[in-house]
T-cell receptor
Framework: QKEVEQDPGPLSVPEGAIVSLNCTYSNSAFQYFMWYRQYSRKGPELLMY????GNKEDGRFTAQVDKSSKYISLFIRDSQPSDSATYLC??????????FGAGTRLTVKP | GAVVSQHPSWVICKSGTSVKIECRSLDFQATTMFWYRQFPKQSLMLMATSNEGSKATYEQGVEKDKFLINHASLTLSTLTVTSAHPEDSSFYIC????????????FGPGTRLTVT
């Protein structure tokens, strides 16, 4: 079993839709949870990070962590074509031990 | 701020040769840098963690004699793929850690290596 599971998609939605991206994990020791966005042929860029359980909102993006279910989510409201990218979840126990999901390819169609 | 560059952005080399990839933090000092490889449609796989002035820590299954990492200064780390083979063809991405927390990693744009 992989430490971090993420459905690779692809996921295609119309512009304006609410997008839900999810990851599950097996190691209950993870306590830092991140979402990265990666455009084609580019390095990932940090979108959101959350420590332990709870929600965090930043503009159109909301990150949720449910440690009891070992499940994290990223919601994108009012999705735009510019949101089309691969979204990677990542998590770590402490410094310097980040583990990534496989990434979900998202396409937002105008 | 927090810009990381990589050079070259893509490279083609012949089997058996060595290739060096540079990773630079342009506007901050990076005490820790990370090297990842990414195959098409797959996740980033951490290869090694390097701290300035000390030996890199390699992940299990990564050959340290094949993937030489040097972190000579607080703004530069290099990855040398020695005696490259076609199976080493991949996308190599570095990241730099500014504040000592792994979530504060800033990624470079990646280097696409093709070994013929």
């Amino acid at each position: 079993q992989k430490e971090v599971e993420q459905d690779p998609g692809p996921l295609s939605v119309p512009e304006g839709a609410i997008v839900s991206l999810n990851c599950t994990y097996s190691n209950s020791a993870f306590q830092y949870f991140m979402w990265y966005r990666q455009y084609s042929r580019k390095g990932p860029e940090l979108l959101m990070y959350t420590y332990s359980s709870g929600n965090k909102e930043d503009g159109r993006f909301t990150a949720q962590v449910d440690k009891s279910s070992k499940y994290i989510s990223l919601f994108i409201r009012d999705s735009q074509p510019s949101d089309s990218a691969t979204y990677l979840c990542a998590m770590s126990i402490q410094d310097n031990d980040m583990r990534f999901g496989a990434g979900t390819r998202l396409t937002v169609k105008p | 701020g927090a810009v990381v560059s990589q050079h070259p952005s893509w490279v083609i080399c012949k089997s058996g040769t060595s290739v060096k990839i540079e990773c630079r933090s342009l506007d901050f000092q990076a005490t820790t840098m990370f090297w990842y490889r990414q195959f098409p449609k797959q996740s980033l796989m951490l290869m090694a963690t390097s701290n300035e002035g000390s030996k890199a820590t390699y992940e299990q299954g990564v050959e340290k004699d094949k993937f030489l990492i040097n972190h000579a200064s607080l703004t530069l780390s290099t990855l040398t793929v020695t005696s490259a083979h076609p199976e080493d063809s991949s996308f190599y991405i570095c990241s730099a850690n500014r504040d000592g927390f792994s979530y504060e990693q800033y990624f470079g744009p990646g280097t696409r290596l093709t070994v013929t």
